[in-house]
């Protein structure tokens, strides 16, 4: 965490003084809403992935988990990213967008509370280990459960929501895994704990629907970026064993970007090396985030 700046409230403070009180609802209910969002060192400076669409995915969540009125709009957070990000003299950066419930809340109503917001930037490169471009990651499937969708909503990144997250991971981590593959509550493959999921069987890509995982932005990228390449990727629900018989299975995300698993619960994916289809989508993304790919220049929006 090595940014000077952050954005809390309005105004860009010292890191260290971008703190919020210990009686925060937020904290104490998990009542707050975040984004992962990555600027990227391009050819023409530093730029924001998908800026737009993830603050509109925050503002979503934040209607999921039920806040009326935000003191921010779309038009404030782009401009207070942008800030930050410039504040901080990063060309590349992680940023971490949080609404979340202050000023009361106690009676858990989001109503009883205000929304409050930051937005915080960091250098954060590797997400899923160092190698795990080149090599691809293990995994296994996890004990814990991904929410049922009318217990925990999973469209919305609600903070309270990652404990789940967090379950599964720490648990396949302590394992010697490096990722948790979470299955829905009818058993059927979901995502990872930070990333959606893909399946390449022979000229096929299959990815479970929408339904029970977050829709993720960089899995509509993947989706688009593979339809360019002519493969359609069709939304299905997966069983465990599709895993196991898959050529490819690859993982993406704003924080893992585009990673492809070589081991799952002990039994290796395909030849155990990144594959030519999860191989071909990590290329292109990359010539995206680098604004070198004809999707780029709508995709990254300029932070300078
Ligand atoms: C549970 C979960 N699934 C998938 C994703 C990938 O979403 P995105 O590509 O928008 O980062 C994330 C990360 O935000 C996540 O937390």
Known sequence: MNARYTWLNGEIVETARA????????????????????????????????LRAHLERLLASARVLGFRDLPYTIDDLTDATRRTIQANQFQACYVRPVVYLGDGG????????????????????????????????????????????????????????????????????????????????????????????????????????????????????????????????????LSRDQLYVADEVFVCGTAAEVVGIREIDFRTVGTGRTGPVTRALQDAFTAVTLGRHPRSAGWLEPAS
């Not at 990555?38 to 023409?44: G, Q, V």
């Open 106 to 237: 106690w009676n858990l109503t989001i109503d009883s509370g205000r929304p409050r917001a930051g937005i915080a930037v960091w250098e954060w490169t590797d997400y899923l280990g160092r190698d795990a471009r080149d090599r691809g990651v293990r995994a296994n499937v996890s004990s814990f459960t991904r929410h049922h969708p009318n217990a925990s909503m999973t469209k919305a990144k609600i903070s309270g929501n990652y404990a789940n997250s967090l379950l599964a991971k720490t648990e396949s981590v302590r394992l010697g895994f490096d990722e948790a593959i979470v299955l829905d509550p009818q058993g059927y493959v979901a995502e990872c704990t930070g990333e959606n999921l893909f399946v390449v069987r022979g000229e096929r890509i299959v990815t479970p629907p929408s339904a029970t995982v977050l829709e993720g932005i960089t899995r509509e990228m993947l989706i688009t970026l593979a339809a360019d390449a002519g493969h359609a990727v069709t939304e299905q629900p």
């Open 19 to 50: 703190t919020v009180p210990f009686l925060t609802a937020g904290l104490h209910y998990g009542a707050a809403v975040f984004e992962g969002i990555r600027c990227y060192d391009t050819d023409r400076g530093p730029a924001v992935l998908r």
